[in-house]
């Protein structure tokens, strides 16, 4: 369990989606807002528009614009965020999870809350089910140490991932945002099919999936409040408004 905490978080659930790129962008408004002190620790739920958020690295890549006419072809909005990695794809069946904290030394701890909240997460899923574990497996999509993926019972030697996390610390507050692939996974695994090829790197389509091929059934719902239960045990999680927050 994450050790920095114990103190109030609000979760704000965001009713819809305010565009792709309106979405990423005020995720780093709210991180604004929280290192000059005018937001405290938050968490900000919501169900994404479809969009492929590229890493600045394949921006630089000559395919690039033909990755993006394949994301809208596809019906996904083509975006480049500010953290690292590679492409990563999302849509309403996802659920993104934008956690803001001030903090008067950021760093600090920064990896460890890679390896600290991909086991929160993944300890959120397990409680509804799915075997899930932390770390990257072969041929996925947007690789990283961290990555939480999902163990098919029936077929334990074929993995999934299944949650991707990215962080971006400044002086005086840290955003760590993660998206859970719930439902759906097949748009999904078209988009990145067609993405990767287009930038020229190899991945493994096998790889890309959702919970509920794994649990079927399972859908964002339950998801989202597991995630709120399991962050209950790393801070005294309170409902907030939404609206607040953008009035």
Known sequence: ???????????YRQPESMGAAEDLDFALELLQRARSGRL?????LYRPQPTVAFGQRDANLPGFPAAEE?????????LIRKAGGRAAAYHQGTLVIDHIEPHP??????KARFSEFGELLAGALRSVGVHAAVGEIPGEYCPGE???????????AHSIKLIGTAQRVVSGGWLFSSVIVVENSQPIRDVLTASYAAL???WDAATAGAANDLLPHLDV???EEAV???YRGYADVVDGDFRSLVG
Do not use: K, N, W, Y
């Not at 369990?1 to 979760?11: S, V």
């Not at 405290?40 to 900000?44: D, E, F, K, T, V």
């Not at 961290?146 to 334990?156: A, K, Q, T, Y």
């Open 200 to 202: 020229g790197l190899e």
């Open 146 to 156: 961290f990555s939480v993926h999902g163990e098919d019972p029936d077929f334990p």
């Open 1 to 11: 369990m994450p050790a920095e905490a114990r103190g109030q978080l609000t979760a």
């Open 105 to 110: 030394d950021a760093i600090v701890r920064a």
């Open 221 to 223: 719902q339950t998801v």
């Open 228 to 230: 709120i239960e399991a």
């Open 40 to 44: 405290g620790p938050s968490l900000r």
């Open 70 to 78: 394949a994301c809208r072809e596809l019906g996904f909005e083509p």
